[in-house]
């Protein structure tokens, strides 16, 4: 298993823009497919953005268009770039690792990194 250490949250304007990311310690890391969830308060935890170990991207309809996310193997480094942010963006965002099914293994999450969306 990988653990996981999320940064680059904060409070930004709506409009604004921010980079997350999510290092990686551990071996094998560009066989894991990667994804980005958040997780608002009373709310549960949902996929804002995934890519797969062949550099396939997945984005919820919501930030298509606004977020991109991309992966640095070289780094063990995932990251998602934040533009045009909205309040409703407002969440605590998490990394997620999941490595291939071959290794039986399960996933691993990071502790989180607070995201707010405020003027």
């Known amino acids: 298993q990988v653990q996981l250490v999320e940064s680059g949250g904060g409070l930004v304007q709506p409009g604004g823009s921010l980079r997350l990311s999510c290092a990686a310690s551990g071996s094998a890391f560009s066989g894991y497919d990667l994804g980005w969830y958040r997780q608002a308060p009373g709310r549960q935890r949902d996929l804002v953005a995934s890519?797969?170990?062949?550099?396939?991207?997945n984005y919820v309809d919501s930030v298509k268009g606004r977020f991109t996310i991309s992966r640095d193997n070289a780094k063990n480094t995932v990251y998602l770039q934040m533009n045009s942010l909205k309040p409703e963006d407002t969440a605590v965002y998490y990394c997620h690792a999941q490595p291939p099914a071959w290794a039986g293994a399960s996933g691993s999450w990071g502790q989180g990194t607070q995201v707010t969306v405020s003027s």
């Open positions: 890519i797969t170990s062949t550099g396939g991207t």
